[in-house]
């Protein structure tokens, strides 16, 4: 079965510092391999996918993230944090047999000004 | 970009009452939906799949007969919370994708999420 990891349940940086948001994965297959933020009561908001190609895909809000297939990682970057960056972050895997998607346990992330 | 819009956004009712949650798809066509539960500070717990015309899968664990879903039209599926009990409140969120075949690459596109207070 498909799963990915979010090791670290909080991320705290200081605003200007570049951050780093960690998934490791676990698929069968190529795997297709998402990121989305969520704010406090609302839904999720799509950032960034990775498919195939480049390892370095780059998203929304100036997010980019580091495909690596032999450390099967797929983290979430961003070269200076901003204050209003400090949401809930997921890491999310597609599951081709089933049609689902799977998510990671979050990340919180605190960007202090 | 693919829109999901979700209603209402924040219920509050008495226990025994049921409640019904709406999402639909704006600007594309969706043969599959997506249910999610959220519990505080934790993460998305699928409930069920909605296919449009079908009957809805159930993840394990998932009563059917409590958590009622309907996809009558490509673009609309709801979720009606039957006789809830405050265990039943949460933050219900669904999800749709433009495209939904096996090998798709799309992302999955998310209304606001539903908030769900039995008291």
């Known amino acids: 079965a498909q799963s990915v990891a979010q090791p670290e349940d909080q991320v705290n940086v200081a605003e200007g510092n570049p951050l780093t948001v960690k998934c490791t994965y676990s698929?069968?297959?190529?795997?297709?391999l998402f990121w989305y933020v969520q704010y406090p009561n609302r839904g999720l908001q799509f950032l960034l996918k990775?498919?195939?190609?480049?390892?370095l895909v780059k998203g929304s809000y100036g997010f980019e993230a580091e495909f690596n297939k032999s450390q099967t990682s797929f983290h979430l970057k961003k070269p200076s944090a901003l204050v209003s960056d400090s949401a809930l972050y997921f890491c999310?895997?597609?599951?081709?047999?089933?049609?689902?998607?799977?998510f990671g346990s979050g990340t919180k992330l605190n960007v202090k000004p | 970009g693919a829109v999901v819009s979700q209603h209402p956004s924040w219920v509050i009712c008495k226990s025994g009452t049921s409640v019904k949650i709406e999402c639909r798809s704006l600007?594309?066509?969706?043969?599959?939906m997506f249910w999610y539960r959220q519990f505080p500070k934790q993460s998305l717990m699928l409930m069920a799949t909605?296919?449009?015309?079908?009957?809805?899968?159930?993840e394990q664990g998932v009563e059917k007969d409590k958590f009622l879903i309907n996809h009558a039209s490509l673009t609309l599926s709801t979720l009606t919370v039957t006789s809830a009990h405050p265990e039943d409140s949460s933050f219900y969120i669904c999800?749709?994708?433009?495209?939904?075949?096996?090998?798709?690459?799309?992302?999955?596109?998310f209304g606001d999420g539903t908030r769900l207070s039995i008291l």
């Open positions: 999310a895997v597609r599951d081709f047999g089933f049609n689902k998607f799977y």
């Open positions: 999800s749709a994708s433009p495209q939904n075949g096996h090998y798709s690459n799309q992302p999955q596109h």
């Open positions: 698929v069968s297959g190529n795997p297709y």
């Open positions: 600007d594309f066509q969706a043969t599959t």
């Open positions: 990775y498919i195939t190609g480049d390892n």
């Open positions: 909605s296919n449009e015309g079908s009957k809805a899968t159930y």
